[in-house]
């Protein structure tokens, strides 16, 4: 029916796996993203800066699964 809940089943999908191995991620200072482990700079914002603990990638990942949109895009600040 709704595109956009299969989009949030697969946001959760990939929330639950980040959940499951928060060591294999972290999340960036600049814009709360979920990068994998092994990035230098963040894809989104090119940031280097980066939270590597857990409870902080498993807390931004819950609420990556629940919120309709990722991150800050250009056009939310105009
Ligand atoms: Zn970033």
Redesign the pocket.
């Known amino acids: 029916m709704s595109t956009d809940n299969a989009h949030l089943a697969d946001r959760a999908a990939r929330a639950e796996k980040i959940i499951a191995a928060p060591d294999n991620f972290k999340v960036?200072?600049?814009?709360?993203?979920i990068?994998t482990e092994r990035v230098v700079n963040?894809?989104?914002?090119?940031?280097y800066r980066f939270d590597e603990s857990p409870e902080r990638v498993v807390e931004q990942a819950r609420l990556l699964a629940t919120r309709p949109q990722q991150?800050v895009t250009a056009q939310d600040l105009s």
Do not use: K, L, Y
């Open positions: 960036c200072e600049g814009c709360d993203s990068v963040c894809p989104n914002c090119h940031g991150s």
